[in-house]
């Protein structure tokens, strides 16, 4: 198991090196004046769940401008001490008119894409909605930065699903170049999610980062 502020931690350490240009000027020569800059702008899927909870909560704390997406029904529990500190954009992220016209009014600098049917067990009882979410959510997301021409640095969560049937024989830790042999719908999704980041990267130029995320935990 791994604490969520670990992997948040991870995530923008991933993102810092090919963003440094929007971290803070601290590291400017003492005798230099301060540049004033507008705040860099992070868009969170996924927000109300645990994982993108924290995430939101760090970034803020590093200094960023932080957007959500939350759907109507949404339980808002892991959202206490941010209603008023994030810009709240109601939708779904399978609604293709709802993602483009949101990344158009934003042009975030980063997105940290955690919107997901998210229960590795239901997915095999609803096959369709794990693949709208996982994968058509996915490429809504994908598809609007490049219609927009916009390359912001994407986090994309991936699972540890994907190694599926790989897992059952290995022996030791897997390694992140195991073969991917999902066995769930759950996992194939999370697979499929992470082709198309890879290919948006490769074909269009969209800085796609995917974590493929184990067991987490976090306080509460």
Same mark, same amino acid.
């Not at 240009?21 to 860099?40: I, M, N, Q, R």
């Not at 970034?59 to 109507?72: D, K, P, S």
């Not at 912001?152 to 049937?165: D, E, I, R, W």
């Given at each position: 198991?791994?604490?969520?502020?670990?992997?948040?931690?991870?995530? %923008?350490? +991933?993102? =810092?090196?090919?963003?440094?240009?929007?971290?803070?000027?601290?590291?400017?020569?003492?005798?230099?004046?301060?540049?004033? @800059?507008?705040?860099?702008?992070? %868009?969170? @899927?996924?927000?109300?769940?645990?994982?993108?909870?924290?995430?939101?909560?760090?970034?803020?704390?590093?200094?960023?401008?932080?957007?959500?997406?939350?759907?109507?029904? &949404?339980? $808002?529990?892991?959202?206490?001490?941010?209603?008023?500190?994030?810009? $709240?954009?109601?939708?779904?992220?399978?609604?293709? !008119?709802?993602?483009?016209?949101?990344?158009? *009014?934003?042009?975030?600098? +980063?997105?940290?894409?955690?919107? =997901?049917?998210?229960?590795? !067990?239901?997915?095999?009882?609803?096959?369709?909605?794990?693949?709208?979410?996982?994968?058509?959510?996915? %490429?809504?997301?994908? *598809? =609007?930065?490049?219609?927009?021409?916009?390359?912001?640095?994407?986090?994309? #969560?991936?699972?540890?699903?994907?190694?599926?049937? @790989?897992?059952?024989?290995? *022996?030791?830790?897997?390694?992140?170049?195991?073969?991917?042999?999902? #066995?769930?719908?759950?996992?194939?999704?999370?697979?499929?999610? *992470?082709?198309?980041?890879? /290919?948006? &990267? $490769?074909?269009? !130029?969209?800085?796609?980062?995917?974590?493929?995320?184990? /067991? /987490?935990? =976090?306080?509460?």
């Amino acid at each position: 198991a791994v604490a969520a502020p670990v992997l948040l931690a991870l995530a %923008l350490t +991933c993102l =810092a090196p090919v963003n440094a240009s929007l971290w803070s000027s601290s590291d400017a020569k003492a005798a230099e004046p301060p540049v004033a @800059t507008a705040k860099p702008v992070a %868009l969170v @899927t996924g927000i109300s769940g645990m994982i993108g909870s924290f995430v939101a909560r760090e970034l803020l704390a590093r200094g960023y401008e932080v957007h959500g997406v939350v759907r109507y029904r &949404t339980h $808002w529990g892991n959202l206490r001490g941010l209603m008023h500190a994030v810009s $709240w954009h109601k939708g779904d992220i399978t609604d293709e !008119g709802f993602v483009l016209n949101l990344l158009s *009014e934003l042009r975030p600098d +980063c997105v940290f894409h955690f919107a =997901a049917q998210s229960l590795n !067990g239901v997915s095999g009882d609803a096959p369709k909605l794990t693949m709208d979410v996982n994968v058509g959510g996915t %490429l809504n997301l994908l *598809e =609007a930065l490049r219609v927009l021409d916009h390359r912001p640095l994407f986090f994309l #969560a991936g699972s540890s699903t994907a190694y599926g049937k @790989t897992a059952e024989s290995w *022996e030791g830790p897997i390694p992140e170049d195991a073969p991917l042999m999902p #066995a769930t719908q759950y996992g194939v999704s999370k697979v499929a999610a *992470e082709m198309l980041g890879r /290919q948006y &990267t $490769w074909s269009y !130029g969209i800085p796609v980062v995917t974590a493929r995320f184990f /067991q /987490q935990v =976090a306080p509460g």
